[in-house]
């Protein structure tokens, strides 16, 4: 019975209790979580559409190139060949390359 009371006496001197203290509850907790996931939605979605937007450019400056090799034209109005072959040759490599990945 001695070795128990030395042992609460020890307990209560060093200050420790085996009770902890409860933090207050915060009453905002849900609507500051909340924010907190909408404000990463819209980082995300930011990102993602700069990205978007940067691919479309290149999509759109790679389109207006062979736009203008396409329509190229001999001094008699007929399609330069070489732009057509080369055209060609590259969707044939493309459709290649594609089939070798799958």
Sequence with gaps: ADDNSEEVENHQK????TRKKRHKS??????RKQAEIRKQQQLEEIS???GNQQNE???QHLRKV????MM??????QPLMKNVIGD????????IADEGDC
């Design 14 to 17: 060093s200050g420790e209790s």
């Design 26 to 31: 915060d009453p905002l907790y849900q609507a």
């Design 48 to 50: 993602e559409r700069k």
């Design 57 to 59: 450019g290149k999509k």
């Design 66 to 69: 062979r736009a203008k090799k």
């Design 72 to 77: 190229q034209r001999t001094k008699r109005g």
């Design 88 to 95: 060609l040759l590259g969707k044939i490599r493309g459709d």
